[in-house]
């Protein structure tokens, strides 16, 4: 993680559509260079609690979120969940360390992290943020919307070239 630049909020800016708030940090950045999570306050300079920690902000992984969301990904994930209790745990894991993470900076005095975290998947944008942020180990279901991106035609411009594959579940196998 490093501290936004100039040109670096300029480029977020343009990503976003509007200017970017709270930026503590980027969080990731493309293999081609570019910002494409950062990592924000969990208030607003404003007040406003926000409790995304960790915000996509790259519009080819945007799109690519998107895309999933509307091809039933996330739905396919919160069923895995009900039905795979190592899933569950590592899902509910991933959830207690972005709290413990948002809340080392300024607790908003609520369990909510985002996503759906962790009964559901209801953000595929939040979830592929959180992994490209920490690297792939700590959110399963992230890491395997990573996955899917990278398969996609990402790997090696917005996803790591090295981000390891999707693992196919025994229906699809």
Known sequence: MTAPNERDLEIIARQLGREPRGVLAIAYRTPDGLPAVVKTAPRLPDGTPFPT?????????????????????????????????????????????YLAERNEIESLGT???GGGMPDRVKCLHVLIAHSLAKGPGVN???DESVALAADAGLRGTAVPADWPAARKSEEQA
């Open 140 to 142: 399963p279901l992230g």
């Open 111 to 113: 369990d909510f992290t």
């Open 53 to 97: 920690l960790y915000y996509l902000t790259d519009p080819r992984l945007t799109a690519e979120a998107s895309r999933q969301e509307s091809a039933g990904v996330m739905r396919e994930m919160t069923e895995r969940l009900a039905h795979d209790p190592e899933l569950a745990a590592a899902y509910r894991a991933a959830h207690e360390s």
